[in-house]
Nanobody
Framework: QLQLVESGGGSVQPGGSLRLSCVAS????????IGWFRHQAPGTGREGVA?????????HYSDSVKGRFTISRDNAKNTFYLQMDNLDSKDTGIYYC?????????????????WGQGTQVTVSL
């Protein structure tokens, strides 16, 4: 099983940027589909915001972040990233990285087995 540890969350003003990192251990991350998710309000599920295909490295985004967020991976470091630009208050939430060996890619949280602990992102004046 893959262990995932996120870092890089924090507070930023609207229009600002943050980069989240997720370091994997326990297996070769290159074999896994990876994704970033966020949880924004009690009673709601985790929203998938970005994913990278394990097959061809293609990237996939939710409409809410397309053009502002960029997902990437560094297989040599067993790490993947979420660059978040032009942040808005609607992006506030707890962000989780996730990985799964059995899928190609996806933005559905139920498809992923391995999760990080989450990191808080707050966008406010």
């Amino acid at each position: 099983q893959l262990q995932l540890v996120e870092s890089g969350g924090g507070s930023v003003q609207p229009g600002g940027s943050l980069r989240l990192s997720c370091v994997a251990s326990g297996d070769d991350l290159n074999r896994y589909a990876i994704g970033w998710f966020r949880h924004q309000a009690p009673g709601t599920g985790r929203e998938g915001v970005a994913s990278i295909s394990s097959a061809d490295g293609s990237t996939h985004y939710s409409d809410s972040v397309k053009g502002r967020f960029t997902i990437s991976r560094d297989n040599a470091k067993n790490t993947f990233y979420l660059q978040m630009d032009n942040l808005d208050s609607k992006d506030t939430g707890i962000y989780y990285c996730a990985a799964d060996l059995g899928i190609d890619y996806g933005l559905d949280a139920s498809w992923y087995d391995d999760w990080g602990q989450g990191t808080q992102v707050t966008v406010s004046l």
